[in-house]
């Protein structure tokens, strides 16, 4: 299930109302076999995947203590970023873009947050008319459609697959 909200509230909300008009409705959170930030991690370290460039931003988290670094406008492989994660901090959101025709910021839970396709010339109404404009919008929402689904089949990948979640098979 793929929600565009906010926040995680706003996707725990539409679940809620999938629940209350559905019954049983067992939709849980994403889970892979490798931990996404210290796969994430190792992007930085200059591991990415093919078709995976890094962004300008990222979080690093310290595991042990409460620490947060924000990252902004920076090129992620500058040796001050390097030596935070050699003392062991995580990524805990990194900013990406992927085959050039999406940028996201992604978090270690895997949500994708700032979802922005590029490369990819909207379709423009052929004229004023509703049908013209419901036709390029149809349009639009196909090829946004086609190229986020191919990202969310390859992103459980890069972090060794999904992990199986008991009692769902």
Known sequence: L????????????????????????????VRTAKDP???????????????????????????????TIKIRHLDLRDDG?????????????????????????LDGDLACRAVRLEGIAPVAPEDDTPEAKAIAFDANFALMAGTLGHFLDVLPEWFGGLKEQPGHG
């Not at 109302?17 to 019954?23: E, H, I, N, P, V």
């Not at 930030?37 to 988290?61: R, Y």
């Not at 970023?81 to 910021?105: E, K, P």
């Open 2 to 29: 793929v929600v565009d909200a906010a926040s995680g509230n706003g996707a725990d909300d539409v679940n809620g109302l999938f629940r209350a008009c559905l019954g049983a409705w067992p939709v849980t959170p």
């Open 37 to 67: 930030e210290k796969v994430m991690t190792s992007w930085l370290h200059g591991f990415q995947p093919e078709g995976v460039n890094l962004g300008d931003a990222c979080d690093l988290i310290a595991p042990t203590e409460d620490s």
């Open 81 to 105: 970023i390097r030596r935070h994660l050699d003392d062991g901090m995580d990524v805990a959101r990194l900013t990406f873009s992927w085959n050039g025709s999406l940028t996201v910021t």
